[in-house]
C-alpha cells in the first residue's frame, strides 16, 4: 500500500521562506516522477511543481516560477519543495503526489493534470501572513 506523507508545512510572514518535505513508502521510489499541488482557500487544486524520477527535469507553475525549488533524494525516498519571497497568495494546504500509473506524456502535462486516481498525502497547511 502506497503512503504518502508531507510535512514542514506552518505560519510564516510575507518574505519568508518553508521548505517542505514529503516521504512515500511502498513504492520505489527513485522510478516515479512526483510533484506538489496546492489549493487555495475557494480554488481548486493546482500542481505547481513536478520533478521526474531522478531529477534530471522540473515543472514549475508559472505562479511560482523563480522562487520555488523542487528536488528530492532518493536515497532518502525524500521530495523537498523549498519555498522562498512567500506572498499572501501561496497560502494553501500543499499535497505531495505520485502517480499511480505510468505516464508517457511530458512532465509538465501531468503537473497540470489534477488526477484523484494518483496517490496524496494528507497535506500540509501554508499560511503566508501580511
Known amino acids: 500500500q502506497v503512503q504518502v506523507a508531507e510535512s514542514g508545512g506552518g505560519l510564516v510572514q510575507v518574505g519568508g521562506s518553508l521548505r517542505l518535505s514529503c516521504t512515500a513508502s511502498?513504492?520505489?521510489?527513485?522510478?516515479?516522477?512526483m510533484g506538489w499541488f496546492r489549493q487555495a482557500p475557494g480554488k481548486e487544486r493546482e500542481g505547481i511543481s513536478c520533478?521526474?524520477?531522478?531529477?534530471?527535469?522540473?515543472y514549475y507553475a508559472a505562479s511560482v516560477k523563480g522562487r520555488f525549488t523542487i528536488s528530492r533524494d532518493n536515497a532518502k525516498n525524500t521530495l523537498y519543495l523549498e519555498m522562498t519571497s512567500l506572498k499572501p497568495e501561496d497560502t494553501a494546504t500543499y499535497y505531495c503526489?505520485?502517480?499511480?500509473?505510468?505516464?508517457?506524456?511530458?512532465?509538465?502535462?501531468?503537473?497540470?493534470?489534477?488526477?484523484?486516481?494518483?496517490?496524496w498525502g494528507q497535506g500540509t497547511q501554508v499560511t503566508v501572513s501580511s
Open positions: 511502498g513504492l520505489s521510489f527513485g522510478y516515479w516522477h
Open positions: 520533478i521526474s524520477s531522478i531529477g534530471d527535469r522540473t
Open positions: 503526489v505520485v502517480p499511480s500509473s505510468t505516464y508517457a506524456g511530458q512532465l509538465g502535462s501531468w503537473c497540470r493534470e489534477v488526477n484523484d486516481d494518483n496517490h
